[in-house]
């Protein structure tokens, strides 16, 4: 007589079967901090030079002993100036890259419709080099070549991504806007401030300003804060140091 085990309610006859891993769909791309380089750099400058910039001019205004219609005109001035020099020099720097972007794929694109072949072996050997055995290199390429072959030889070949080129007015606009931002700290003190605590008033402000943009930028790049924070502040005392006796030399002179 043979024994049978008991037959557990629900469950299957079958062996059971294990699924296959279903591969996660990617919903969202990882950001890098170098993904920030270009506004941040251009942000970071903008306000570096706004705060630095305005704050030596009405400091030397001020030492040379000027009143404050003068001293808030001359930071005006220099607000305005700074701006637009900012945004043209930007604008100007920007669109140079972005012609040189343009020039490229032109090129690459010429050279897709001439000599495919060709350009399949560059991939290859691009691949090759990055340490992919031959086999791998070679399905790497085919596969790529299926989809949008200048964008896979722009990042591959050229070095730049087809969704993050250069922008001129972007570049130019963040810059003016920053660099205008910037300005209006130590301008804004200064002019609020009244006789002899006109400059320290300004000094310290400045400062902060400088040591809040530092942290800010070092905290957005991944840097370390107090290296950088130091290294901005010391720079703004440096050029305040240097305008502020500027302005005594000429004012004493005049």
């Known amino acids: 007589m043979s024994m049978q085990s008991p037959a557990v309610p629900g469950a299957p006859n079958d062996p059971i079967a294990v699924p296959e891993p279903v591969p996660m769909p990617l919903t969202s791309v990882e950001r890098h901090l170098a993904h920030r380089s270009n506004w941040l750099r251009a942000a970071v400058l903008g306000a570096n030079d706004g705060i630095l910039s305005t704050a030596s001019l009405v400091l030397g205004v001020a030492s040379a002993g000027a009143g404050s219609a003068a001293i808030v005109t001359a930071g005006v001035a220099g607000l305005a100036a700074g701006a637009t020099s900012m945004a043209a020099g930007e604008y100007v720097s920007v669109s140079s890259q972005r012609d040189t972007e343009n020039a490229d794929l032109a090129l690459e694109k010429r050279e897709l419709a001439a000599s495919p072949a060709h ?116 720079g703004g005392i440096f050029a305040m140091g240097v305008t502020m006796g500027i302005g005594l030399i000429v004012g004493s002179a005049v």
């Open 119 to 234: 350009e399949h072996d560059e991939l290859l050997t691009i691949y090759r080099n990055r340490g992919l055995s031959q086999g791998l290199a070679e399905q790497v390429a085919q596969e790529l070549s299926t989809g949008d072959l200048l964008r896979t030889h722009a990042r591959d070949e050229l070095g730049f991504d087809l969704d993050r080129l250069a922008r001129p007015v972007q570049a130019a606009w963040a810059s003016a806007t920053s660099f205008a931002i910037g300005a209006a700290v130590p301008l804004i003190a200064i002019a609020l401030a009244s006789g002899s605590s006109r400059i320290p008033v300004a000094i310290v402000v400045t400062l902060l300003a400088l040591g809040v943009l530092g942290v800010s930028g070092a905290r957005l790049g991944g840097a370390p804060m107090m290296r950088a924070s130091v290294r901005v502040v010391v």
